[in-house]
């Protein structure tokens, strides 16, 4: 074998060895989105216990139950609009009559792309919904609160 074939030998695995490089980047990228998307939904329920025990006993069903109402709230909110206006590619010149597709997340389908941002930002965005609860706890009807 010449020269020049050793090379092109050489630049092949290159190619293939890049490839596996960026798949296992990219699967490490979704795996930590993943990682800390489960890490800020736990954090939902370290809020819950907290607002329990800083309330009293008669109203512990309540904030319970305003908890696990802001993530299906927060959830059905942040698959219609909020991702919409935040997530990838979004712009506020896209969002009425524009380019931007999010809305809904295209009909109802999440994207293989666009799913671990749509989880990720949606923990957070539920998460702050349950850190606002606490601080209204005792002091809102749950009519109210909605």
């Known amino acids: 074998m010449d020269l020049e074939g050793k090379i092109v030998n050489i630049t092949a695995d290159l190619d293939e060895i890049n490839s596996s490089v960026i798949d296992a980047q990219d699967a490490l990228q979704l795996f ?14 370290g809020f819950a216990m907290l607002e329990v025990g800083l309330v ?14 802001d993530m299906c709230v927060g959830t059905v909110t942040w698959w219609l609009w909020g991702f919409g206006l935040a997530g990838p590619g979004a712009s506020c010149q896209g969002c009425w009559g524009g380019g931007n597709n999010n809305f809904g997340i295209s009909g109802g389908e999440i994207a293989y ?3 671990m941002p749509f989880l990720h930002s949606l923990a957070f965005a539920a998460t702050t919904c349950t850190i ?5 706890a005792e002091r809102m009807k749950l009519s109210s609160y909605l």
């Open 32 to 45: 930590w989105l993943l990682l800390s998307a489960q890490i800020v939904f736990f954090m939902q329920a």
């Open 132 to 136: 606002m609860s606490g601080g209204v």
């Open 113 to 115: 792309e666009n799913g």
């Open 56 to 69: 009293g006993h008669k109203n512990a069903k309540s904030i319970l139950f305003k908890n696990t109402l």
